[in-house]
């Protein structure tokens, strides 16, 4: 690498770490945790889903291995598991629902009735074998999904829509009840004049008021729906703007064992906060239980009932916990700034700031008063071998920047400037790098838009 290549590295790699509120990145943000995958069938295995690819360790935490978003995944997020034995994993990408049986080696994009739509969310039935929900919309749509679709083959393929959404406005989220699969529930909007004639949505979900000079205002109004067979009938939506006012809801939870109780986030229009809500009744009633002063983060109803609950308030975390299964939460004050929950066999794991907090994953024996870090990115060991030729160089982007060192990306770089910037291993081109850049800049409208609209 020349010179001035090296140079230019430099220069760019800084404005990536001090522009836009640390936004830029290869793929579109700066590098942050999504959620935690933890199998059943592999006790020793532990998947932090990130906004640039999963890091695994099968060995409790010892090792840890990278791969990257290819080109199914780019821009994947909501990340869960299917049912054992395969715990195949899914999520929601750039072009569609996509799923993996190798860990990430390969992407499968699902197929049917979603092959020319865009995936707006997804839920995978944790008990019923091969079933998997999502609402999708055509590309290009304005603003949410626009119809339910099913799958009965484990995502393979998905059947005709099973709703049509015909309102101005759009679904949010979609879950079925572990207790009864064919239970369904569908969060839902609908775009109306906003209350006092001024402000709101503009009719585009994404929370602002950017709509046409001398139209009125559109703010958008939570609905839920429900399907109590399969998605074959639906009830009428429940419009919930009498008791939460105008804002958009969606789906966190579904009790395990009671299908009519719902754990709902609540977004209000006017940006006072998100709330969480808790309804026993299938949406006929709503209390709130929490509410933060920014954005709810992570939820986990833990195996003997006790509900964790986490926000962030201007970049502070909020935690709450109830010790009777929501009937009452009290502060959460050794909560640190989380991104997801999880647990397995009394092991809280939390995705946490790794800048702020120290590490990016944790795990808690003692209820949630303390963590242990398990993992910072600097101590990821390498590139999944699968994918080592697909990911070198993001890899080397990353060490660029100071994710982890150099050394990560086996074979070493050929050496790193002053700035510690990586100097590109051989053979590395101008046009490798550019292309990086380029993705990065264009990428981060995209997502945050999508983090706008609540994705």
């Not at 099968?58 to 290819?70: A, I």
């Not at 009719?203 to 074959?232: E, F, K, T």
């Not at 808690?364 to 993992?375: C, I, N, Q, V």
């Not at 100097?423 to 997502?447: D, K, W």
Request: charged share 20%.
């Amino acid at each position: 690498m020349t010179r001035g290549l090296r140079a230019w590295t430099c220069l760019w790699t800084a404005a990536a770490l001090l522009g836009a509120g640390r936004q830029a990145r290869a793929n579109g943000a700066f590098p942050d945790s999504l959620g935690i995958l933890l199998r059943q069938t592999k006790p020793d295995q532990i998947i932090l889903a990130t906004n640039f690819g999963l890091v695994t360790t099968d060995d409790g935490g010892k090792t840890w291995l990278w791969s990257c978003e290819q080109a199914a995944s780019f821009n994947g997020t909501l990340y869960q598991l299917g049912p054992a034995p395969a715990e195949r994993i899914f999520a929601v990408g750039q072009f569609g629902l996509i799923f993996t049986d190798d860990d990430s080696c390969t992407w499968t994009i699902s197929g049917g009735s979603l092959s020319n739509l865009l995936a707006r969310d997804a839920f995978v039935d944790p008990i019923n074998q091969g079933r998997v929900w999502a609402i999708a919309s055509p590309v290009g749509a304005a603003s949410g999904a626009t119809g339910v679709y099913r799958s009965d083959d484990s995502g393979m393929t998905f059947g005709p829509s099973l709703f049509d959404y015909k309102l101005s406005g759009g679904l949010l989220s979609i879950e079925s009840a572990r207790s009864d699969p064919d239970v369904v529930y569908v969060a839902s909007f609908e775009n109306r004049v906003c209350a006092g004639g001024d402000g709101g949505d503009a009719g585009d979900g994404d929370g602002d008021a950017d709509g046409d000079a001398g139209a009125p205002m559109l703010c958008p109004v939570p609905r839920l729906m429900r399907s109590g067979d399969a998605g074959a009938n639906w009830d009428d939506p429940l419009d919930l703007e009498p008791d939460l006012g105008q804002g958009m809801i969606r789906i966190i939870a579904i009790d395990p064992d009671q299908p009519r109780r719902v754990f709902l986030r609540f977004q209000p229009a006017d940006a006072s906060g998100d709330r969480l809500l808790i309804s026993d009744d299938a949406g006929a009633t709503i209390r709130e239980a929490v509410r933060v002063k920014g954005q709810l983060t992570a939820f986990l109803r833990r195996a003997d009932g006790t509900i964790l609950v986490a926000g962030m308030n201007a970049n502070a975390p909020e935690g709450f916990r109830s010790p009777d299964d929501g009937a009452t939460f009290v502060p959460w004050n050794e909560a640190p700034t989380l991104r997801a929950l999880a647990e397995r066999d009394g092991r809280i794991y939390g995705a946490a700031d790794f800048i702020k907090d120290g590490f990016a994953i944790g795990v808690s024996t003692d209820g949630g008063a303390t963590f242990s870090p398990l993992m910072n990115f600097s101590q990821v060991h390498g590139i999944r071998p699968c994918v080592k030729e697909a990911c070198l160089t993001t890899c080397e982007f990353n060490a660029g920047i100071m994710l982890w060192p150099p050394e990560t990306c086996d074979p070493p770089p050929a050496g790193k400037t002053g700035c510690g910037c990586v100097a590109g291993r051989e053979g590395a081109t101008l046009g490798g790098l550019l292309v990086a850049a380029v993705m990065s800049l264009a990428v981060a409208f995209a997502r945050r838009a999508r983090r706008r609209a609540g994705s």
